[in-house]
């Protein structure tokens, strides 16, 4: 069993996804936080810490909830579809330019952040009364 596997029942993976979707639907997320998190955060060695960030942002892109994105014409983005093994090396590479590729949200990532930020602002109103009662 690998360190990402120790960590998602403690809800430290379910925390960082989380993170990255409420990020990335007002902002960008860059692929080097993600393998910066497993190197740093997790302090995995390099090996499994691109391993571990491929799979995350995999299991994201499997949910529809976000896609790997790059800088395209006049300040747009553009979509790229890429295999792991591009993936990987894209990775690998990434401290030669870490602003290159990054994660945009998808409708299905917006729905989902707007369905947290409802019920964020309901939690938060049912614990003022609480307080108030």
């Given at each position: 069993?690998n ?28 692929l ?9 955060e997790?302090r ?17 892109m499997n ?9 395209g014409e ?9 295999s ?5 090396q ?28 409802e ?13 108030q009662a």
């Open positions: 069993m360190k990402y596997d120790l960590l998602e029942p403690t809800s430290a993976i379910g925390s960082y996804k989380r993170d990255i979707l409420l990020e990335a639907a007002d902002d960008l997320w860059y080097s936080h993600i393998l910066s998190f497993f190197k740093e997790a995995l060695p390099e090996k499994e810490s691109l391993q571990d960030a491929i799979r995350l942002i995999r299991e994201l949910l529809r909830l976000v896609e790997i994105a790059t800088w006049q300040g747009k983005h553009r979509v790229v579809k890429v792991d093994n591009e993936l990987l894209a990775l690998k590479a990434i401290d030669k330019n870490p602003f290159d590729l990054f994660l945009i949200v998808t409708e299905a990532g917006l729905d989902w952040v707007k369905r947290y930020k019920l964020i602002a309901e939690l938060s109103m049912d614990r003022l009364k609480m307080d």
